[in-house]
């Protein structure tokens, strides 16, 4: 148990710290909900933070204030609760700004939470609460969460599945863009784009 926890301070130390320059790994922003202020992992969506960096991607662990986390541009967000409403407002706002919208997984997202503002959009919802408006809306007790209370649908191991799948496609696509994309560079006739305005000649 002890090396369990120091395990998982240890992960909460790298999702939380500086990011280096090299690290070109896409970001998952992970929110937990109303009242979860310690991360842990029997409640809340910071119990995925390692599997996805395992998976590949560079995991950012915060509450549904967004103290630390608000200038992220994540890929992906997912949020529990509270946390899922941050992330339906969080991804609204980088769709405002003109930011490559993120594909946003919520479980049991809060009363009152806005639509989802991006075409990509899945909540997984138990019964008493809410359908989200504009995203696919999985009853998480009919795909495998049976009497999964609120608080602990986020760490059951069904959601949990369900949720690593959909972070999966998200990072198989993203590589399969990226290499067809070097393919294409590697392409006889590839003229790659003009990153700064070409000089002309003084007139003379």
Not at 92 to 121: E, H, N, Y
Not at 130 to 136: D, I, Q, V
Request: hydrophobic letters at 45%; charged letters at 15%; glycine letters at 6%.
């Amino acid at each position: 148990m002890l090396y369990r926890t120091m395990a998982v301070g240890i992960v909460l130390a790298l999702t939380l710290g500086p990011t280096s320059a090299q690290d070109t790994r896409p970001t998952v922003l992970l929110l937990d909900g109303l009242f979860i202020y310690v991360h842990q992992t029997y409640v809340g969506v910071y119990a995925l933070a390692p599997r996805l960096e395992e998976m590949g991607y560079r995991a950012v662990v915060d509450t549904h204030l967004m103290a630390r986390s608000s200038t992220e541009e994540p890929a992906l967000i997912i949020g529990h609760s509270m946390g899922g409403t941050s992330a339906l407002k969080h991804a609204a706002q980088m769709v405002a700004a003109g930011k490559p919208a993120p594909v946003i997984l919520t479980i049991d997202a809060a009363f009152g939470s806005p639509p989802c503002p991006v075409a990509r959009c899945t909540n997984y919802f138990s019964p008493g609460f809410p359908k989200l408006e504009g995203a696919e809306n999985v009853d998480a007790w009919q795909a495998g969460a049976f009497m999964v209370n609120h608080a602990m649908l986020a760490t059951n191991e069904t959601v949990q599945r369900l949720v690593l799948q959909k972070a999966a496609a998200l990072l198989a696509e993203r590589q399969a863009a990226e290499a067809s994309r070097r393919t294409a560079e590697l392409a006889p006739g590839f003229t790659p784009p003009i990153s700064a305005p070409v000089p002309m000649p003084r007139p003379r």
